[in-house]
């Protein structure tokens, strides 16, 4: 399992918890999760993965088994053999994205922490944020832009998207039956990154 700096990137508390064979570490503070690892011991491979903003998983963790998001991600970590450094476009944790935008002023925390990551070895970025509305896509795009040019150096790990174009969030990969259709696409493009 590759080491991750336990110490808060920005002021908040790193928390740590094992689920499903899986060891996940977050930073919190208050209504903010600022990142997320999920790593499990005999996956070598690390993935970046930027989605919209944290769900339950904030504070202690006494929501982590409720993370449906997150489970995703395990579920298809598990097929694919990869662990995951979960960051997102914005820091504000809730379970709905209308409550993040109505609290849209709030919408980061304690500042950006992409910059604040030790960059390793991951082997490649993929964006999973699906769709955003009209009257905050511009902070979207302006924030995506930011995200791709910090971790520049790492291959885009492509997936399917929704109507408007958008990488589809995993909640839909589950819903929409895709996650077959995803496991292959990270299978095959992990597989070209490392030969």
């Known amino acids: 399992m590759n080491s991750v700096n336990m110490k808060p990137l920005l002021g908040g508390n790193v928390y740590e918890h ?29 993935v970046v993965v930027v989605m919209k903003n944290p769900g339950s998983l904030k504070g202690d963790g006494s929501n982590l088994k409720r993370d449906t998001t997150l489970r995703v991600l395990r579920r298809v970590g598990e097929r694919v053999k990869c662990s995951w450094y979960v960051v997102n476009l914005f820091d504000f944790a809730s379970t709905s994205s209308n409550d993040l935008y109505k609290c849209w002023k709030r919408r980061d925390g304690a500042g950006l922490v992409y910059r604040k990551i030790h960059i390793r070895r991951f082997c490649g970025i993929l964006f999973a944020h699906g769709d955003a509305p ?16 910090i971790f520049k150096k790492f291959p885009e790990i492509r997936i399917p998207a929704t109507k408007a174009g958008n990488p589809v969030h995993p909640l839909n990969w589950q819903r929409n039956r895709l996650i077959e259709p995803v496991v292959k696409l990270i299978r095959r493009q992990l597989t070209a990154v490392a030969s």
């Open 18 to 46: 094992e689920l499903d064979g899986w060891s996940i570490r977050w930073e919190s503070q208050s209504n903010y999760r600022h990142w997320c690892v999920q790593a499990h011991p005999m996956f070598e491979r690390q």
């Open 134 to 149: 009209a009257e905050v896509h511009r902070e979207y795009e302006e924030r995506i832009a930011l995200v791709r040019k």
